[in-house]
């Protein structure tokens, strides 16, 4: 056994007692949508030159292994976008001995007609397409994208054999409308649909609680036209499912029941700094230490281990304390683009 196996027998937890097992990796914060609810207006990408390689980010994700993660997610801005990323879920798969369990990815699902059967050879377990609205006029207002090609990508996905969610983030008055359509077309499609809350994490910080689609409003919605009925036990999933006509339809309902009580979850962003919640005010630089883990791992794994472990005990008790704690003046420097859903 050598020191990097023996350090890391034990999982991370936090001062609450969540043991970590999943990471997400956000590889690019450039994205070719400009979704309402996530972009900023005006995006001031990170330069290339600060992004972590994927040999680092590949280190990296040894090391979470060998410390008890056992589900990466590939996310972005939007991670097609990151030429390598085949590569890179290859590269992942040999994890698998270590305890990795599954290489996941979320994706707007743009690029995804030329990705989908390369991504699934190179041993990617799931994926969620974002979704948004059957509305080819209200995806573009939603975007400033095409609908098509995102259909074309589910297909593709669906022929090349992968399991597939789909992710649509209600917003009042935009795309509420889309419940009904989006649960027919999920049903008939046999794929899993889950609807999220819109959270405060867009990248201009105009979120409102007005514009916030809860669960009841999503439910309520649901029960005038289908039967409804609540499926107990989904452990640390975020999301709370429903058996909506025979078909299982999750909802993430971070604002009117968040999920905190039982966050497994890790995040690094494309520039290597680390955040044990998506809420984090503060992340931790990892960008030198993951640098180093990959070319001389033996010089900087014990210090690496002891930030991270400090670092993740801290994780506050959930989003609603964090959201107390924010002073109105601190504008949160980081959204959703930059750390990924
Ligand atoms: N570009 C990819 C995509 O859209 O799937 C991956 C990155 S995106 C940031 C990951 C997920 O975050 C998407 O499902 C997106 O809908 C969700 N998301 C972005 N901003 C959000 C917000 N303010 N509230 C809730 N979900 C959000
Ligand atoms: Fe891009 Fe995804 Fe954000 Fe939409 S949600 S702007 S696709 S990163």
């Given at each position: 056994?050598?020191?990097?196996?023996?350090?890391?027998?034990?999982?991370?937890?936090?001062?609450?007692?969540?043991?970590?097992?999943?990471?997400?990796?956000?590889?690019?914060?450039?994205?070719?949508?400009?979704?309402?609810?996530?972009?900023?207006?005006?995006?001031?990408?990170?330069?290339?030159?600060?992004?972590?390689?994927?040999?680092?980010?590949?280190?990296?994700?040894?090391?979470?292994?060998?410390?008890?993660?056992?589900?990466?997610?590939?996310?972005?801005?939007?991670?097609?976008?990151?030429?390598?990323?085949?590569?890179?879920?290859?590269?992942?798969?040999?994890?698998?001995?270590?305890?990795?369990?599954?290489?996941?990815?979320?994706?707007?699902?743009?690029?995804?007609?030329?990705?989908?059967?390369?991504?699934?050879?190179?041993?990617?377990?799931?994926?969620?397409?974002?979704?948004?609205?059957?509305?080819?006029?209200?995806?573009?207002?939603?975007?400033?994208?095409?609908?098509?090609?995102?259909?074309?990508?589910?297909?593709?996905?669906?022929?090349?054999?992968?399991?597939?969610?789909?992710?649509?983030?209600?917003?009042?008055?935009?795309?509420?409308?889309?419940?009904?359509?989006?649960?027919?077309?999920?049903?008939?499609?046999?794929?899993?649909?889950?609807?999220?809350?819109?959270?405060?994490?867009?990248?201009?910080?105009?979120?409102?609680?007005?514009?916030?689609?809860?669960?009841?409003?999503?439910?309520?919605?649901?029960?005038?036209?289908?039967?409804?009925?609540?499926?107990?036990?989904?452990?640390?999933?975020?999301?709370?499912?429903?058996?909506?006509?025979?078909?299982?339809?999750?909802?993430?309902?971070?604002?009117?029941?968040?999920?905190?009580?039982?966050?497994?979850?890790?995040?690094?962003?494309?520039?290597g700094e680390f955040y044990n919640c998506l809420f984090s005010l503060n992340?931790?630089?990892?960008?030198?230490?993951?640098?180093?883990?990959?070319?001389?791992?033996?010089?900087?794994?014990?210090?690496?281990?002891?930030?991270?472990?400090?670092?993740?005990?801290?994780?506050?008790?959930?989003?609603?304390?964090?959201?107390?704690?924010?002073?109105?003046?601190?504008?949160?420097?980081?959204?959703?683009?930059?750390?990924?859903?």
């Open positions: 056994m050598n020191s990097i196996t023996k350090l890391h027998a034990k999982p991370f937890q936090d001062q609450f007692g969540r043991h970590k097992r999943k990471l997400r990796i956000s590889i690019t914060d450039r994205c070719n949508f400009k979704c309402v609810y996530c972009m900023p207006e005006h995006p001031e990408w990170m330069h290339k030159h600060n992004l972590l390689s994927f040999e680092a980010l590949y280190a990296f994700c040894k090391f979470m292994v060998q410390r008890g993660i056992e589900q990466i997610r590939i996310t972005g801005g939007e991670p097609l976008m990151r030429q390598g990323v085949v590569h890179f879920v290859q590269q992942l798969k040999t994890l698998k001995v270590l305890g990795l369990k599954r290489i996941s990815m979320t994706t707007n699902g743009h690029y995804l007609k030329h990705y989908a059967h390369a991504l699934q050879e190179a041993g990617l377990d799931d994926l969620n397409i974002s979704l948004d609205s059957l509305d080819e006029q209200q995806f573009q207002q939603l975007t400033q994208r095409k609908l098509g090609p995102v259909l074309e990508g589910i297909a593709e996905a669906q022929k090349a054999g992968l399991k597939l969610k789909i992710n649509t983030v209600l917003m009042q008055s935009l795309n509420e409308n889309q419940i009904i359509p989006l649960v027919q077309w999920a049903t008939q499609e046999q794929i899993e649909l889950r609807f999220i809350e819109f959270m405060p994490l867009d990248g201009d910080q105009k979120w409102t609680q007005q514009e916030v689609v809860s669960e009841q409003y999503i439910l309520d919605s649901l029960s005038r036209q289908f039967e409804v009925q609540r499926v107990d036990g989904h452990g640390t999933q975020p999301a709370r499912q429903y058996r909506v006509n025979g078909q299982i339809i999750g909802i993430i309902s971070t604002i009117t029941h968040s999920f905190c009580g039982r966050c497994d979850r890790l995040r690094l962003n494309a520039q992340g931790l630089n990892l960008k030198q230490d993951i640098e180093t883990l990959s070319s001389d791992p033996q010089q900087v794994d014990i210090l690496l281990n002891s930030k991270l472990t400090s670092y993740i005990w801290q994780k506050e008790q959930g989003f609603h304390s964090l959201m107390i704690k924010k002073p109105q003046s601190n504008v949160r420097k980081i959204s959703m683009h930059m750390i990924g859903g």
